[in-house]
């Protein structure tokens, strides 16, 4: 392997037993609140007082015990409300406690994990862990965290008394040999007309060809014959200003930004669609928002009827909204949970699923080890990652692939996020190797590994 080039490392689950570490020390007589979201959580209290901790039942938590444990990650509240509620909980919190948020493997799928890693970095001084538990049944429950406060587990599925899994960066994994190039002949790619997710639908019309419908919400503006191409931002400002002057038009800086951002857009999905032909491939574009249920309802139909039912699927849409969690809106994390995770519902439920034989999720780094600014982006990929696992399990048949992709030289990662990592010493992954990852782990990698993680510096952190 090229020591130089962006690296993918699989993850695996590595056994922790109680001896192992300790992440925190809660003594028997601490008190602890446990949030009365879930139906057990009564359950949970009444096990706690029996071992001697000051337990209490708190429809929400005051700043003032030892340790909070918040329960809403085991109801079936909605995505994003569920997500909310246990930041909501967790700010509430003693600064310097611990604070645990319990979720299940199952449906539905959870991304807490992405909060507790991303709370860690954020408030150091705290000690936030999310536990997985198997066996939501009440007695279980309440004996596995009664056991888990005890031995001050940190992250990870809590698997007995003594142990925990926790899903962890395993070794770096050597390309495949032979890629599968009889893959599906009806793509969906959300994300895919822009940014780094064309690259890889790209890529994929070079290995796989086929039809190829690529979903954003961007409208295929056409470019203004009188205009002189241009391809960035700054640019093109200047030559709608200059525009507008010959025109005689008085026009708001407002709305040359809005003009210039639809413009590039146009010429991007062009550029994609037209790249995706010279492949050899079908190319189709869709202006899809897909977190508009009803939309992607409609126009899957419309396109599966046209081209055939959906059997490949990437998911590669998002968007960002950093900000610390504190400070952190509700309308911000629903902004970012609407194209991943309100879109992947709204996809698996336009399409039939079991039909799939390859599905690829664009998840994050941020996802895996966290990131500060990043609560809502980190839950909302590994939200996509554990519906990813969900998937696998359910389509035994089909390749799904979540990518924790580390930051790339290009797409969402503009010139001041680049510098950004370069002070940090994280290298960029170039755009076209990553979408020569993505084709050749899609079409040849393990189908027993669903997760990888891709980006040198952060498969290593
Ligand atoms: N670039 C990186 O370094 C990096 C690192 C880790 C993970 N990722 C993930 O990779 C994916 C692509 O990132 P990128 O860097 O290429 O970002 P980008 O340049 O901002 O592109 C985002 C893409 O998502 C589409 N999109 C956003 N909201 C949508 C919605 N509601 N419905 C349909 N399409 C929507 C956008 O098209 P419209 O604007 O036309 O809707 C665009 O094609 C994202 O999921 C991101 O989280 C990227």
Known sequence: ???????????????????????????????????????????????????????????????????????????DAAPAARHWSALQMAKLARRDGAVTLLLQPREPASGLEGLSRTLRKEWPESQTFAWTVSDPSASALASLITHAL?????????????????????????????????????????????GVTAACAIELARAVGGTILLAGRSVETPWIESLPPADDLKTLRGLLVAHGRQQGARVSPAEIDRTARALLAGAEIRETLAAIRAAGANAVYLALDAGNAEAVAATLAAAQRAYGPVTGLVHGAGVLADKLAMDKTEAELRRVFAPKVDGLTNILGAIDPARLSHAAFFSSAAAFFGNRGQADYAMANAWLASAGRLLAQSTPGAQVKVFHWGPWAGGMVDAALAGHFEAQGIPLIPVDEGARIFVSELLGGDRAQVELVVGEAWAVA
């Open 150 to 194: 005890a031995h001050g587990f940190g992250d990870g599925e809590l698997a007995g008394s003594q142990t925990r899994v926790v899903p962890q960066a395993g070794a770096p994994i050597s390309p495949p040999e032979a890629l599968d190039s009889a893959g599906p002949s009806v793509w969906l790619v959300t994300g895919g007309a822009r």
């Open 1 to 75: 392997m090229d020591s130089a080039a962006p690296y993918r490392c699989d993850v695996r689950p590595v056994v922790w037993h109680a001896d192992d570490t300790r992440a925190f020390g809660l003594a028997p007589s601490a008190s602890v609140h446990v949030t009365a979201q879930s139906p057990v959580a009564g359950q949970i209290v009444d096990a706690l007082a029996l071992t001697g901790y000051r337990a209490r039942l708190v429809d929400r938590p005051d700043g003032t015990a030892d340790a909070v444990i918040v329960t809403g990650g085991l109801s």
